[in-house]
């Protein structure tokens, strides 16, 4: 049946974040659906965030678009554009290698959930706010000289 019963979907708050930067994602937890439905060419993830959680750190990647459906309660788009409130019904483009550092941010006392698509791909991940990069040839995270944590 296609249909996926998120109750029997394990939620998860792992992150491969240094721990110096895994705080802000804490109380992110995620569904990753793509796997259970048989999906192969893109993943699609089921994404709760607490009050004061956020979905990641502000990053961009060289080689994964990323699309974001938001379902429920409010988060806060930040990007290089500026601030751009997110509600249930909005959705938001990141096109791969456009070099937009974002992030969605809950800064209400609120629950919100949010669909994240994205193509898994070993790409090249930045993060222009903190001093980290996703070298994909490295299959980890590493400081911006290529340093390792």
Known sequence: M??????????????GY??????AVKE????????VGGLKDFGVSHVELKPGAWSSQRHWHE????FVVMLSGEAMLVDDSGR????????????KNDGNGHVL????????????VG?????????????MHLDAAKG????????DF
């Open 63 to 66: 080689g994964e678009d990323e």
């Open 84 to 95: 751009t409130p997110m509600r249930a019904g909005d959705c938001a483009a990141f096109p």
């Open 140 to 147: 980890r995270q590493v400081r911006k000289d290529g340093s």
């Open 105 to 116: 941010i809950n800064e209400s006392a609120e629950s919100c959930t949010f669909i994240a």
């Open 28 to 35: 992110r937890w995620y569904r990753r659906l793509a796997p």
């Open 18 to 23: 240094p721990p110096e930067y895994a705080g």
């Open 2 to 15: 296609p249909k996926l019963d998120l109750d029997a979907i394990e939620q998860s708050n792992a992150t």
């Open 119 to 131: 193509r898994s791909a070993d790409t090249d991940c930045h993060y222009p706010d903190i001093d």
